[in-house]
T-cell receptor, first 117, second 114 residues
Framework: AQTVTQSQPEMSVQEAETVTLSCTYDTSESDYYLFWYKQPPSRQMILVIR??????QNATENRFSVNFQKAAKSFSLKISDSQLGDAAMYFCAYRSRPHNQGGKLIFGQGTELSVKP | DAGITQSPRHKVTETGTPVTLRCHQTENHRYMYWYRQDPGHGLRLIHYSYGVKDTDKGEVSDGYSVSRSKTEDFLLTLESATSSQTSVYFC?????????????FGQGTRLTVV
């Protein structure tokens, strides 16, 4: 079975600075997806960024980028130029690529990010 | 925003009573999921559906049942609510296709069992 671990329950960053959230996972599969979701106080789950395991290039979305280390099974999220609106709970998630797995998401425990003005 | 609605948004119920949460979608997506969110555990899958009347168990299915009689509706039932089922419940939907498809989440239902 696959597992996802976020070892940082809480992180803090100064506005305009850069912060990195860590995520490790365990799987015996070679083809899968990894995601970072943001959950602000509104409770809405918002997809921040996705990475396909077969792609060596790290995904980027504006100020958000990942460091995907497949051999190490590590998938960290870097937020550059942090803004007050980035304050939220962040979840790392894994999904098997084959459709016979049902497309289920396996989530980490979450990291609560606070942004200081 | 994806057309996905959960009802109710908040509910307080007593131990031992049955509770049904509803997820309604207007996207005609094949897959629907129920997750629960608890501090320190992230979101965990309860049940999911891959079509009308086709459902399967997730990681934490004990004490829960589901039904999907129409594409647009996925019901989660707690037959006899317990305090350990106090949680925030999320429904998600996902389409199928050749490309990676994103899961869209509802706004969540906060359930308190007293």
């Amino acid at each position: 079975a696959q597992t996802v671990t976020q070892s940082q329950p809480e992180m803090s960053v100064q506005e305009a600075e850069t912060v990195t959230l860590s995520c490790t996972y365990d799987t015996s599969e070679s083809d899968y997806y990894l995601f970072w979701y943001k959950q602000p106080p509104s409770r809405q789950m918002i997809l921040v960024i996705r990475q396909e395991a077969y792609k060596q290039q790290n995904a980027t979305e504006n100020r958000f980028s990942v460091n995907f280390q497949k051999a190490a099974k590590s998938f960290s999220l870097k937020i550059s130029d942090s803004q007050l609106g980035d304050a939220a709970m962040y979840f790392c998630a894994y999904r098997s690529r084959p459709h016979n797995q049902g497309g289920k998401l396996i989530f980490g425990q979450g990291t609560e990010l606070s942004v200081k003005p | 925003d994806a057309g996905i609605t959960q009802s109710p948004r908040h509910k307080v119920t007593e131990t031992g009573t049955p509770v049904t949460l509803r997820c309604h979608q207007t996207e005609n997506h094949r897959y629907m999921y129920w997750y629960r969110q608890d501090p320190g555990h992230g979101l965990r899958l309860i049940h999911y559906s891959y079509g009308v009347k086709d459902t399967d168990k997730g990681e934490v299915s004990d004490g829960y049942s589901v039904s999907r009689s129409k594409t647009e509706d996925f019901l989660l039932t707690l037959e006899s609510a317990t305090s350990s089922q106090t949680s925030v419940y999320f429904c998600a939907i996902r389409d199928t296709g050749q490309l990676n498809t994103e899961a869209f989440f509802g706004q969540g239902t906060r359930l308190t069992v007293v």
